[in-house]
């Protein structure tokens, strides 16, 4: 079952084409990998799925439902996620509090509510705070849940995002570049998250340049050059498309 459908998607920059007629599906329950050259148009398309850009033409289907240009917190509320390329936590917050920023788009408490703390608006803080230490438990980052995001290595950075991410309780889930900065100790770990996410039942897009990673944890791959897709399919398959080889991973074969 494709859980998202991207039909016919253009988005330009003044004359730049920085997405160029894209067409994808993402089945449900599976890892999927967005991969290409430096400019290639892979953030743009995430951008476009969540709200951040508007396309000039094609729309984004989630679930059979047409979410194309909806506002960026009505697609988190509709159960998609996302990290950035750059990371972007709070960075004078706790570890805790940043993964409570990601319940916020759950809870139904208003300001009168908040203000009086009634008994429903003290149980959906409970109900908050048990759902931000299970996620900083599930990226292994509990025991550091008073530390100042700031305060966290690069790659903790990127788990406590991913964190705060899964707080917002999706059915998808958007990784852009997750193993940047980190070592290869780190991004044996992050296969095995990213892997445990899916196990959740949570659908994984991601862009990520480590092709050793994205070898071993997606399904399949969609490649982009110039805004446009060159091939479709399971790695092995993209890894020996000769036109792939030629626009990004070259004749490697340790890959």
Do not use: W
Request: hydrophobic content about 40%.
């Amino acid at each position: 079952m494709s859980l998202l459908r991207l039909t016919n998607l253009t988005k330009t920059f003044g004359g730049l084409i920085a997405v160029n007629d894209v067409s994808m599906t993402v089945e449900q329950g599976s890892i999927v990998g967005l991969i290409g050259p430096n400019g290639a148009g892979k953030t743009t398309v995430f951008n476009l799925i969540t709200g951040n850009y508007k396309p000039d033409s094609g729309t984004v289907e989630f679930d059979g439902e047409d979410l194309t240009g909806r506002p960026t917190h009505r697609i988190v509320v509709r159960g998609i996620a996302r990290t950035f390329q750059t990371i972007r936590l709070f960075q004078n917050m706790s570890v805790l509090e940043n993964v409570l920023a990601g319940c916020h788009c759950r809870m139904k408490s208003g300001l009168l509510s908040s203000l009086f703390r009634t008994r429903s608006q003290r149980a959906e803080e409970r109900r908050a705070l048990e759902r931000a230490v299970h996620e900083l438990e599930f990226v292994g980052l509990a025991a550091q849940h008073a530390n100042l995001a700031r305060n966290l290595s690069y790659g903790n950075q990127r788990l406590l995002e991913i964190a705060r991410a899964l707080a917002s309780d999706p059915r998808f889930i958007i990784l852009d570049e997750p193993a940047g900065g980190m070592n290869d100790h780190e991004t044996a770990q992050l296969i095995d998250l990213i892997r445990a996410i899916r196990d959740r039942g949570i659908t994984v897009l991601l862009i990520e340049h480590d092709m050793g990673l994205v070898m071993k944890v997606c399904e399949q791959l969609v490649v982009l050059e110039y805004g446009a897709v060159i091939a479709q399919g399971t790695p092995d398959a993209v890894k020996a498309d000769p036109r792939v080889i030629e626009a990004y991973l070259g004749a490697d074969d340790d890959l």
